[in-house]
């Protein structure tokens, strides 16, 4: 249980951003949610961008309760940037299971009130939202829906069972269709990841998902994770050992290029630590 005295802390806060954002305007709101947002202008520091990251996601959702409802587009691009925002937060600074699982809900239902902007999307929705899935076009929303989703399925494999992880492959899949070298082989990645990871029983695939992770690799060769999560997800497992090392001795190879950092800051540092944090477990001395 939280201490009192947490809740304070966390309550005068909240009064603080309150007080910050009465009298702005969306549009400010959103143009300061995104300069902290920001990773790539000036130089970034992993552990420092984390606060950064949370005030963002707070501007972003006083903005958006502002909005008004025929704003589709302003809506659509703080919807997307919600969703992915509350991913990256988990992903790269959260630890605790709750705090995950509150972050990876929000995502995933930002990345869903995104795709329901489309009157297209909530009416085939109501028949099939797998057949509205199929005919959505904001690559955006779908890539961080199935990123979202599959996180926040740990938690819930029940609903991962009677469906879930179909919705997590088939947004992966339609994300491929619409462009494959989205984030750099993001598309490819992610479901390299979700085959590798599974049961077979609900899909898994290792041979596939190596396929996957190469071809993310020859779209992305700068995404340096391409790399790192074809090594920890299919060499290790399929105990080649040669494999495993050298793609992680490429990885920090290319990390020495500043250049290579600055491309995707937050997600090449966190790949840069796992591929040593692999290294150091001893398969590779």
Known sequence: MRQRGSIGLVILSLVFLSIGVIGSTPRSLIEEADRLYDRWSGGFDLSSYGENLREAISLYEA?????????????????????????ELGFAYLTDRDEL??????????????????????????ESFRAA?????????????GNNLGRYLEFHPLTAMRGGMKDV???????IGLDPG???????????????QIPSALGGNIDRAEEAFRSAISLGA??????VDLAEYVMKPKGDTEGFCSLLREVLAEADDPEVIARWPLYNTLAVT??????ADGLCN
């Open 63 to 87: 903005a958006l309760a502002g909005l008004p409802e025929e704003s589709l587009q302003t809506r659509a691009y703080v919807l997307n940037r919600l969703a992915r925002a509350e991913f």
């Open 101 to 126: 699982e509150a972050a990876y809900s929000k995502g995933k239902d930002y990345a869903l009130a995104s795709l329901r902007l489309d009157p297209a999307f909530r009416e085939t929705e109501e």
């Open 133 to 145: 899935l199929s005919g959505a076009n904001d690559i955006d929303a779908i890539f961080w829906y």
């Open 169 to 175: 492959r088939a947004s992966f899949e339609r994300a």
């Open 182 to 196: 989205y984030l750099d082989g993001g598309p490819w990645r992610a479901l390299g990841s979700f085959l590798a």
């Open 222 to 227: 700068g995404y340096l994770e391409n790399k």
């Open 274 to 279: 796992r591929a040593r944090d692999l290294l």
